[in-house]
C-alpha cells in the first residue's frame, strides 16, 4: 500500500454511544453480562438481608427476587449512564479522531495523543453496515464509522486490509 487509508471523525457523543450499542449487541457476551449483571446484584442485596437477619429467610428471598428485577431492568441503562459520562468528560469530546491505517499497524491520532497498534493485537473484526468495530486483545475497541472514510474506495480497501490481517472477521447484516 503506498499511502495510508485515512478514517477521520468528530469524537461526539451520539458516535461514541453508535460504537458503545453496536459493542453491547455484537461485541460478544451480551446475554452472558446480562444475566451475571441481574444474578449478582440480586443475590448481592439478597446476602446481606439474610446475613444481618437470618430467621427472615423468606424476606431475603423476596429481596433477591426484586433485587434481581431492578438489576435486569436498570443494570444497561447505569451502565450507558456511565459511558456517556466518560464520553462527555473526555479531554477530546468534540475534536476530530484520525486513524490512518498502514499495512502493518494502524495509527490512532488525537489532540495530545498519538498511538500505533500493530495489526496482530487485534483479535476481533467485527462489519456492521454502519462500520467497522476493531478489538484489540484485552476486550478494547475501537468504533470506525463508515462515515469517517473518504471515500466507498477507501472503506473497501480497509475492509480488504483488516480481512487480511485479523483471523476472526465476522459480518452482521
Known sequence: MDSPIIIRFPFT???ALTGFQLH???GGGFMRRQVARILSGGLDVGGIAVAFRPHLMFMGMIAIMFSCMFFGLCGSGLRRSFFLKQVAESPVAGSDIEYDALDDRLVTKTPGSYSETYWSRF?????VPGGVLLYRDGGNYDWLPRHGFAN???YEHFLDLARSRIENAIQVN
Do not use: Q, S
Not at 483479535?123 to 462489519?127: E, W
Open 123 to 127: 483479535v476481533k473484526l467485527i462489519v
Open 13 to 15: 457523543i451520539d458516535e
Open 24 to 26: 453491547d449487541c455484537h
Open 152 to 154: 466507498e474506495i477507501d
